[in-house]
């Protein structure tokens, strides 16, 4: 699956960050709480140095709990905090802000309230995050990466403001789990990868992990077990025919992709805590 980032791309990310960071004294990167490995930005721990970071994982509802959980233990050790926030319905963002006012303020700006800023890689919910810490819709979401512009601070209760364009980190990417992972999730741009290729893959990963889900969903027989098998019977099942009767694949594909990243087939977390635990540590 080829998902690069540009060099000009990520750095002007960088610079923008570099901008952003002077600032603020603390830093919430946004995760997905169904791959919170891959959604780290490896290199963001250099840019800001000693500026405390906050883990939040988004999507929560669309995550295996106990994974979430574990998650979050494991994230509050190499994090300053970790919370899970579902930044569509607001769920947890009480517990956010408990956390953020233990954030110490640093020495030479004692006297102004605590400044912040959200970053994260795209399609993470970064502006659904600043719009539940804001409490109202100012800033503008959509479903598709890359959609935020524009800058201002906006006040936040507990002597806090927030910087109100969230940071763009670029994913790094460095194995194929990790690019399947990002894409699964959306936060690669559907236009640059191979949409049956990230079926395939999705369709290997419940065979391995949440079988039924799919036969369920489907309503396919469970004999059938080779991937491109069960992409056809999901075209047919779902009416994505060609004239003549040929099933379009990539229409499938396209429908079992929705799927999974709406949770409708059930409430998966494609990285496990204790298979990253150990090798993670120190971020
Ligand atoms: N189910 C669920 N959906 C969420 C959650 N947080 C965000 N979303 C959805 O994820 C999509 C992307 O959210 P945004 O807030 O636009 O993400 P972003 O990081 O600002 O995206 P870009 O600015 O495009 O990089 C939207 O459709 C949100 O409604 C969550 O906790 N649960
Ligand atoms: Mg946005």
């Known amino acids: 699956m080829e998902v690069q980032w540009y060099p000009g791309q990520m750095a002007k990310a960088k610079r923008l960050l570099r901008e952003n960071l002077k600032l603020v004294d603390a830093v919430i990167e946004v995760l997905d709480a169904r791959i919170p490995a891959s959604s780290q930005n490896p290199d963001i721990r250099q840019i800001l140095q000693n500026r405390p970071v906050v883990a939040v994982l988004t999507r929560p509802d669309l995550a295996d709990p106990e994974e979430t959980e574990k998650w979050l233990q494991l994230l509050g050790r190499q994090y300053f905090i970790a919370a899970a926030v579902n930044a569509r319905m607001g769920t947890g963002i009480k517990r956010l802000f408990a956390g953020l006012k233990s954030i110490p303020k640093r020495r030479k700006h004692k006297r102004r309230p605590l400044r912040l800023m959200v970053a994260g890689i795209p399609n993470v919910g970064k502006s659904s995050l600043i719009n539940r810490l804001i409490g109202r819709n100012a800033a503008i979401t959509g ?24 940071g763009l980190l670029w994913p790094k990417i460095a194995n194929k789990e990790q690019a399947f992972c990002l894409a699964a999730v959306g936060s690669i741009k559907d236009e640059i990868i191979n949409l049956l290729e990230l079926g395939h893959e999705l369709i290997k990963y419940f065979e391995r992990h949440a079988q039924q889900n799919i036969y369920q ?28 009767g040929e099933v379009d694949l990539e229409a499938a594909a396209r429908i079992l992709i929705k799927d999974f990243r709406e949770g409708r087939l059930g409430r998966i977390t494609l990285e496990k805590a204790a298979a990253v635990g150990e090798e993670n540590e120190g971020f």
């Open 143 to 166: 479903d598709k990466p890359g959609v935020t512009t524009g800058k201002q601070w906006i006040r936040l209760p507990g002597d806090l403001e927030l910087l109100d364009t969230p």
């Open 217 to 244: 969903r489907y309503k396919i027989e469970t004999e059938i077990k080779d991937p491109n098998e069960i992409m056809i019977e999901i075209g047919k099942r779902r009416g994505c025919l060609r004239k003549g």
